[in-house]
């Protein structure tokens, strides 16, 4: 069995430019009890590879997270597919706002312990006792109430770009950094405030809202679908947009515009600027906002130290980094001591708390 692509990133790239068809851009997940993920996960790539399906899918024993991009042609044998397994029949599929055809050129179908990483060991929660599911009609009435703490459950470089109104925007570098964070600042309201949260497309609230009810709290909701559920109903249904700015996808779109505001500053000048990029140096490779007259000043690099990298031959640049891992930087999003304008540490709860 070939359960591994064959193409190269660069090859696909070329495949699927010649193909000349629109890809789909698909996100959705799952909590549900899979007794061998293993055996799922190699029927899921044995199945989707022929679909020419490519993307990041994470499968664990409790449940599935997937990331994907798929021939439009297609689309219908995937749906088929997907409603031929029990626990995913009808499934939500949250369809891209801005659709690339690049947004994935791998299929990577992968086992892992859990499909969100929450660093969570407590055994005693049930992850399906989940808070109260809102759509986007009546998420713009809750968020209204005086009684609501809003609460943006992704971490700090993707709320950088873009964000509900009035949200706390956790300065977390990861979703297990939050939980606990968001429980010791707000223990003293478990009874008397309502607990808002949302995400990007719904499976970090989906976990932290039943952690959260686990934990003691009464009145807990999560936005149905995330970012790019709500941002289609309020197109559909002609609601209030109160989302501000981009929101942060992970693939290579890296963004999908939702407001024309511009809410983040390029990390080098400080200039309005929300387009996140990667050093072009493959030994730094950190994450941060870039604007167009820096990205060409510094051709792509986050610091002078990288460019003069880049001008080395390949062999040269691989030479350097044979033997020493990936920069401590890559792991800090945008926070590198280097950049003169990265998003400042602060108390995400004093906003919050100066209302009080």
Same mark, same amino acid.
């Not at 000349?20 to 996960?41: D, Q, V």
């Given at each position: ?18 193909a ?22 190699n ?25 994907l991009?798929?021939p439009?042609?297609n ?29 994935f ?25 989940r ?20 609460? %943006?459950?992704r ?9 509900f ?10 979703? &297990? ?26 499976? &970090? ?56 505001d ?23 490779? @950190? ?6 007259d ?38 800090k ?11 400042? @540490?602060?108390?995400?709860? %004093? ?6």
């Open positions: 069995m070939q359960l591994y692509n064959t193409l190269s990133a660069k090859e696909r790239a070329t495949l699927i430019e010649q000349g068809k629109e890809r789909l851009t698909i996100s959705f997940y799952k909590y549900a009890k899979i007794e061998n993920p293993e055996i799922f996960r029927h899921l790539f044995l199945t989707w590879d022929k679909l020419d399906v490519l993307g990041r899918i994470y499968v664990a024993y409790e449940g599935i997270n997937a990331q991009s798929v439009a042609d689309f219908n044998q995937f749906k088929y597919h997907l409603d031929t397994i029990s626990f995913l029949e009808n499934v939500r599929l949250n369809i891209a706002i801005e659709h690339d055809n690049f947004s050129l791998k299929l990577k179908v992968k086992v892992r312990d859990k499909i969100v990483a929450d660093g969570l060991n407590d055994d005693t929660f049930d992850v399906t006792n808070g109260i599911h809102v759509e986007a009609e009546q998420f713009n009435e809750l968020i209204d109430d005086p009684n609501v703490v809003l609460v %943006d459950m971490n700090h470089y993707e709320s950088e770009i873009g964000h109104k009035n949200a706390v925007t956790p300065d977390v570098d990861t979703f &297990r950094e939050s939980l606990d964070l968001i429980e010791a600042d707000l223990k003293e309201h478990k009874e008397d405030k309502k607990l808002v949260m949302y995400c990007t497309g719904g499976i &970090r609230c989906e976990k932290a809202s039943a952690y959260y009810k686990h934990k003691g709290f009464k009145n807990v909701y999560q936005l149905e679908g995330g970012i790019i559920n709500y941002v289609r109903q309020v197109e559909a249904k002609g609601l209030e947009n109160k989302f501000i700015g981009k929101n942060f996808v992970f693939d290579e779109r890296r963004s999908e515009r939702i407001s024309e511009v809410i983040a500053h390029c990390h080098q000048c400080g200039e309005p600027a929300d387009l996140h990029t990667n050093c072009a140096n493959e030994a730094c490779h @950190l994450l941060f906002i870039q604007c167009d820096c990205k060409e000043k510094m051709e792509n690099c986050c610091s002078s130290h990288c460019q003069e990298i880049i001008q080395l031959t390949f062999e040269e640049q691989k030479a350097l980094r044979k033997g020493q891992g990936n920069s401590n930087d890559i792991f999003k945008g926070r590198a001591d280097h950049l003169p304008y990265k998003k400042d @540490l602060r108390n995400i709860f %004093d906003v919050f708390k100066k209302s009080e």
